[in-house]
């Protein structure tokens, strides 16, 4: 294993700093903690924002914490790691990842399953799980990380199961976005949906995460794509009648599979109420609201339709993410079409007024100048 010079030391870098709610980042002086056991130091080269990186920044819905750093779609090269850390070394390519896979538990040893007990998504959490603690400070003062990836920075400290070793031959500048919302969608389809050749898939919300699961329909071959949520679409206002009702009409009485990814209520109860009875399944992807509650008629079900919900896509990060990648290097998955923006770390907030105006699907931050 080749050593290099900042290994086990405190790395002074720039970091995208959020001291408070909704007021633009600012480009600070961080240090950077060398990793503890079974953690392991990146270098970011390329971030990416996800609609997750604003609802937690806005904080809105849930107990603030800052100062905060975020970040969760990014690719890095691994600087250096803590004990214990035997799957990846110094010089690795990988994309962190929000959730985990400690390939030691009930749900990474089950093959239906890639909601990690250790390491599954945790939005509150702002320090390591293990001594409890910030990686990151500003003269002696905690800087609180996010979603264990705080990818908003020249360099992070993760959790070595929320990262994922991928092709050194990869552009990271590309491939970065496969940490979050488009594995989601696609992985929705892929691996849940799994629409036959030929078949009809309806996709509900088309952001990164719809168009992405609408990628994945196109790669399963299915002959009609329809999507709604946008002007150019299917909106479901222009239509007097339920949107369920619209797509039996077009469909000769329902599609084959859909994926519902705005998390509107509605959507989601329109989603699973389109699909065709005897075989049809619709995938919940989208994140409701908390006082939601999901309502159909039992007949609806009984009739041989299935609902199902996903997170993540399905996808284990550390076991699948890799495939995904060579996906893309064997050009059976466009990614380019996903990635609308690109921005210098140091104008970094106006990847978030793309967001915000919707301009965007993605806008790639790159870390070097
Ligand atoms: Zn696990
Ligand atoms: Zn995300």
Redesign the pocket.
């Given at each position: 294993m080749s050593s290099n010079n900042t290994a086990g030391q405190v790395i002074r870098c720039k970091a995208a700093v959020a001291w408070e709610a909704g007021k633009p980042l600012v480009i600070e002086q961080v240090e950077v903690a060398p990793p503890q056991a079974m953690e392991v130091r990146l270098k970011i080269l390329f971030t990416s924002l996800c609609h997750t990186d604003i609802y937690f920044w806005e904080a809105k819905g849930q107990t603030p914490l800052f100062p905060r750093i975020f970040g969760h779609e990014a690719g890095g090269i691994v600087e250096s790691v803590g004990d214990g850390v035997t799957d990846v070394r110094p010089g690795d390519h990988v994309l962190p990842v929000f959730t985990?896979?400690?390939?030691?538990?009930r749900?990474?040893k089950s093959e239906e399953s890639n909601m990690?007990?250790?390491?599954r998504i945790n939005t509150d959490r702002g320090v390591m799980l293990n001594d409890g603690k910030s990686r990151f400070s500003i003269n002696g003062k905690p800087i609180y990380h996010f979603l264990g990836t705080s990818t908003f920075s020249e360099y992070t400290v993760v959790h070595v199961?929320c990262v994922a070793k991928i092709n050194p031959k990869a552009p990271l500048d590309k491939v970065c976005i496969l940490s979050c919302g488009i594995s989601t969608g696609l992985g929705a389809t892929l691996n849940v949906a799994k629409p036959k050749r030929g078949s009809f898939v309806a996709v509900f919300g088309l952001g990164a995460v719809g168009l992405a699961a609408a990628e994945g329909a196109r790669i399963s071959g299915a002959s009609r794509i329809i999507g709604f949520g946008v002007s150019e679409f299917l909106c479901p206002k222009d239509f007097e009648k339920p949107v369920q009702e619209v797509i039996a009409e077009m469909t000769d009485g329902g599609v084959d599979r859909s994926i519902e990814c705005t998390g509107s209520i509605a959507a989601m109860i329109s989603a699973f109420e389109c699909v065709h009875d005897g075989w049809g399944l619709a995938v919940l992807v989208g994140v409701p609201n908390k006082d939601d509650s999901f309502k159909t008629h039992p007949m609806n079900i009984l009739n041989e339709r299935t609902l199902k919900g996903t997170f993540f896509g399905n996808f284990k990060p550390r076991s699948d993410l890799p495939s995904v990648v060579e996906k893309y290097m064997n050009k059976e998955l466009e990614l380019e079409k996903f990635i609308t923006h690109e921005v210098p770390f140091s104008e970094i907030n106006k990847a978030f007024a793309y967001m915000l105006q919707g301009d965007s699907l993605r806008c790639i931050i790159r870390m070097e100048a």
């Open positions: 985990g896979e400690c390939k030691e538990c749900h990474c990690c007990e250790l390491l199961g």
